[in-house]
């Protein structure tokens, strides 16, 4: 058997075992951070963010600021503003991307797939056809062809 490294995935491992809310602390730290946190863009009631552990190159977040979990819990201003940063986010990635296409979706609770429980968040996914290529399938590795750090830099400029 092969050894392929990924040392960046320990983070992931760590904290997954957190206790404390990624998201909510990267919305209560300051905005000279939000390049460190990944953090695209501030709403008044919701946020923008690079997923640090991607499915596809260019998965997005959208949150609500306010620590919640479930759907029915989002006030009307917070369920406008996560379509609203969702639609921005859709479009930088045409922009930026030039995607085929797209995966929208909210994992609820842990039999619907939340890694994270407690902190409602959307993923936008990015997909090309033909995206799907033998690294998956045989080996259980995606490969993500750019730097998250590049990738915050490309998008940021056509968000702000």
Known sequence: MKNLWAPWRIQYIRQSRARNCFLCAAFRSPPHRDRANLLLKRGRTCGLMINRFPYNGGHLMVAPRRHVAELQDLRPAEQAELMRLTTAAV????????????NLG???????GAGLRDHLHLHIVPRWNGDTNFMPVFADVKVIPQALDELWAQLAAVLH
């Open 91 to 102: 479009s930088a990635l045409k922009k930026t991307m030039r995607p085929d296409g797209f």
């Open 106 to 112: 909210i994992n609820l609770g842990a039999a619907g």
